[in-house]
């Protein structure tokens, strides 16, 4: 099964998404995910010029050859665009797989662990009145999970909060990054309550999450934690940046408060000293960002060591694509926690067709051979690249804090 051609498609159906379709001899085709938010055209570039010449002519059925091709055998590796771009080459050769033997690809994972995916939704609002509202809504559809995020009063402006009539929003807008402020005083004092009266007026019969953002420092996260605590959070998310993987034992030492890091980790050796001492009870890497299927599943094991769960990153920029490659993992994987999800923007259906659907909290992969997505190459030339940026964070002072 000799790769012939290898081509990327950067389409803007509601948003940005660049998919890599991989196509051998025998016409077998296979997508990958390659979508890297707010900076799609580095690995645009970074597959036509560096990597799809390198797999013409290479075996598709040797996917762990070409992933160690991929990344060994480049100098300068790791980092999210190298990762992406490795990540979509490996979905779309085990999609490519799926198909040749006429099977989804989580037979060839071992089979179903589960019967079908518990997700979460994102529950939002202006005021608190209106994200409980939100989230009630989404109790009432069947969710038996539901983020929950809230405009700071003190602030023009507030992360994760939707707008419209959709399950997802897309928060990279312009040509140039919008600068938003931040205080993080206001929102310690803020939020608490926000979770007191979600569990007063909803109660405790669904699994509350929050995200963070990585905007605490970790004695700050740890104050939050420990204030959070009555209200049993399935977790908080991101509650520092986590490069500095050390700094979650000082969270540990000050809240019980789950905690769940990782949707912008690129390998296994970022989460290595979080998951090997316990820091996080989830791992949140996504395939498309961390190597594909393969190398998220060696992260999943090696989490499944230490009791940590997954809790994968599928926000509105991840690709359905992606969103079936992380679909295939969690139905797979032993130690799965819960999936995000928040579908996609109109008209991605238009450009992607998807074989998994939602049914009572969970999405249900069919029997479709492959990863399950097919993709109308003439639709996506309909929806050219548009230039986006995600915010970017400045304290009150001027200073840049994290976004």
Known sequence: MKIVGADVIVTCPGRNYVTLKITTEDGVVGYGDATLNGRELSVDAYLREHVCPLLIGRDARRINDIWQYLYRGAYWRGGPVTMTAIGAVDVALWDIKGKALGVPVYELLGGQARDGVTIYGHASGADIDEALADAASFLERGYRAVRLQAKIPALDATYGIRTGPGLTYEPATGDRPVEEVWDTGAYLDFLP????????????????????????????????????????????????????????????????????????????????????????DYIRTSVPHAG????????????????????????????????????????????????????????????????????????????????????????????????????????????????
């Open 292 to 403: 594909g299927i393969s190398h998220v599943r060696r992260i999943f094991d090696h989490a499944d060591l230490y009791g940590v769960r997954t809790g994968s990153h599928g926000a509105g920029d991840i690709s359905p694509i992606g969103i079936a490659a992380a679909l295939h993992l969690d139905l797979s994987v032993p130690n799965f926690g819960i999936q995000e999800y928040m579908g996609h923007l109109d008209p991605a259906g238009e450009v992607f067709t998807t074989s998994y659907r939602y049914e009572d909290g969970l999405l249900l992969l069919g029997d479709e051979p492959g990863i399950g997505v097919q993709v109308d190459e003439a639709a996506a030339a309909r929806y050219p690249y548009i230039p986006r940026y995600l915010p970017v964070n400045r304290l009150r002072d001027g200073s840049m804090h994290d976004w």
């Open 193 to 280: 309550s926000l979770m007191a009266a979600a569990r007063e007026q909803l109660g405790y019969g669904f699994h509350l999450l929050h995200d963070c953002h990585h905007r605490l420092t970790p004695i700050e996260a740890g104050r939050l934690g420990e204030s959070l605590e009555p209200y049993r959070m399935f977790w908080i998310e991101d509650a520092t940046p986590a490069e500095d993987q050390a700094a979650f034992r000082l969270i540990r030492q000050h809240t019980v408060t789950p905690l769940a890091v990782g949707e912008i980790f690129s390998t296994i050796w970022d989460c290595q000293v979080l998951i090997g001492e316990r820091l996080v």
